[in-house]
């Protein structure tokens, strides 16, 4: 059966419950929007509840001495190497201090300093001890318990166990809904003339992540296939530090915070040589692309170096355990103590810099259509996000995605979910996703070349077929197939390195051809290519 079988109806359709999407959610619940919030799984399995660092923000009265919203913003633009929108920057660092206080007023609580106000940690890339924690290592979960009791308190419906397949669209192309199977794979369609993408990365592209498993990309090919453009997204962040379990670890690995190394702790090889030492004038706390850089070059055949992982050095933070209880939890599992021993580490993939172009507004391209949070390329990371300001963003873009939402309501410039085309199934590539997860961990992630990402683009040939997606699983891996497909494009395409866009073979940064953001699209046969810059909203 390729038609709807059920329906419902709603002002806004959020697409996933992670800080972004339950921000927005709440939001537009307070300014009387009838919303529904539907998510693939359960509403805690988000990216959100993995976040250990914390939220990046400058608050009145309780920062470093001579530490300004305006040093946030200089930090976030270095981090971005040259591709920062630096409008929506301002826009969105200047939003954090609202948007933590509605944050706290929700619920959600912060560890406190001891001298009163707000515990503050420093990572990779900031001037200041400017980031501000929750149980130590597990802001994330913090931050979407509090958000998720708000969302059951506030009566904002979540429809769990449903995932997006399609956008419903009008004749003229205008988004007014969103076609999804449940659990049973029984299709539905969820009508509303706005809805708001929140369905976060994709770090399932590859072998290793910090992500969890349902990190798949399926808000990116959504809105390509609904006629939006993408950019950014050759600039995959990878963390420079996960738990190291072993050779050929697979799927979510544990993260071990980059405020441990904000506390003190280093990075060192088998033979205690610093990783970092000449590497960039802040050592270990360099921003996560040159740190995450230096240790696959160090593994890669530095003295000392083992191929697959080297050190973390914590041994000089006296209370490891309490200041990170979720690291030291994950350490002890492993069979390694933080208070007496180095904790094996290697990079994996973490964070998608790039996604749906959109503004600090949530406004995509296509009408009715609104993107925040990781799947979003609202302009804030560039080619490399600054540490903690991903749950700064949702929270910011979430709440204004919500308002604009309510705005473009009462101008009644949104569709009517009656104006719907019918709505069926789609079919799509399809690639197997073994073979695809193990050429792009090869020849897609840190350190690219022309021929390795020729060899990804023959696997993905080789082995995709077209496929209805009439199931979760191929909904996943068709969305996987066109990210994968557009990544490759857009990383051949750029020759130089850039931020997290690491080129072996073209090894310098180039302002003067590539300080520009590539936008991709879908042709008319599903094939993402590379269009003219300036059909996108907010792309220079």
Excluded at 204 to 217: C, K
Excluded at 220 to 236: H, I, K, N, P, S
Excluded at 242 to 260: K, M
Excluded at 508 to 513: F, K, S, W
Aim: aromatic share 2%; with cysteine.
């Amino acid at each position: 059966m390729n038609t709807p079988l059920w329906e419902a109806r709603a002002d806004l359709v959020v697409v996933g419950t992670g800080v972004a999407g339950l921000t927005a959610a709440l939001r537009a619940r307070e300014l009387g929007l009838r919303v529904l919030v539907v998510t693939k799984a359960a509403g805690e399995d988000g990216n959100t509840r993995w976040a250990q660092g914390g939220v990046a923000v400058v608050l009145p009265g309780e920062h470093d001495e001579g530490d300004t919203v305006d040093a946030h913003v200089r930090d976030t633009l270095v981090a971005g190497a040259g591709l920062c929108d630096e409008a929506a920057v301002e826009a969105i660092i200047a939003g954090g201090p609202a948007a933590v206080a509605r944050l706290r007023e929700r619920g959600a609580v912060f560890d406190a300093a001891p001298t009163g106000g707000l515990a503050r940690t420093r990572e990779g890339g900031h001037s200041a001890f400017r980031v501000v924690h929750a149980g130590g290592d597990a802001t994330g979960a913090e931050v979407e318990r509090a958000l998720l009791a708000a969302a059951s308190d506030g009566r904002v419906p979540v429809l769990e166990n449903h995932v997006a397949v399609d956008a419903v669209r009008t004749p003229l192309g205008q988004v007014c809904g969103l076609l999804v199977l449940d659990g049973n794979g029984v299709p539905g369609v969820l009508g509303a003339p706005a809805v708001l993408l929140a369905s976060g990365g994709l770090g399932q592209l590859y072998q290793a992540t910090s992500n969890p498993e349902v990190a798949t990309g399926d808000g990116l090919a959504l809105a390509l296939r609904a006629g939006a453009v993408a950019a950014d997204v050759e600039f995959v962040q990878f963390h420079p530090t996960v738990l190291y379990t072993g050779r050929g670890a697979r799927g979510r690995c544990p993260l071990v915070t980059e405020a441990v190394r904000g506390e003190g702790a280093v990075l060192v090889d088998a033979t205690g040589a610093r990783v970092m030492r000449g590497v960039h004038p802040l050592a270990d706390l360099a921003p996560r692309d040159v740190v995450a850089a230096a240790i696959t070059r160090h593994m890669a055949g530095g003295p000392g170096g083992v191929d697959d992982h080297v050190f973390l050095d914590a041994t000089g933070i006296s209370d490891f355990a309490r200041r990170f209880p979720t690291v030291h939890a994950a350490c002890l599992a492993a069979g390694v103590d933080p208070a007496g021993e180095p904790i094996p580490v290697t990079p994996a993939a973490h964070f998608a810099c790039g996604g749906v172009v959109s503004d600090v507004d949530g406004r995509t391209g296509v009408t009715g259509l609104y993107a925040a949070g990781e799947v979003a390329r609202t302009g804030l990371h560039g080619a490399n996000r600054l540490a903690s300001n991903s749950l700064l963003e949702g929270l910011v873009v979430g709440t204004r995605a919500a308002e604009a939402v309510a705005a473009d309501l009462a101008l009644g410039v949104l569709a009517r979910p009656s104006a719907a085309v019918v709505a069926e199934l789609p079919t799509a590539p399809v690639a197997d996703r073994d073979s695809l997860q193990r050429v792009m961990s090869r020849y897609a992630a840190i350190g690219r070349d022309a021929e390795g990402l020729a060899v990804v683009g023959s696997v993905l040939d080789l082995s995709t077929v077209d496929r209805r997606l009439d199931s979760r699983e191929l909904v996943e891996d068709a969305a996987l197939t066109v990210a994968a497909r557009a990544l490759i494009a857009a990383a051949a395409e750029r020759e130089e390195t850039r931020g997290c866009h690491v080129r072996t073979d073209f090894t310098e940064r180039d302002d003067v051809r590539w300080q520009r953001s590539q936008v991709v699209r879908l042709n008319p046969s599903g094939q993402p290519v590379l269009a003219d810059p300036v059909v996108a909203r907010g792309v220079a």
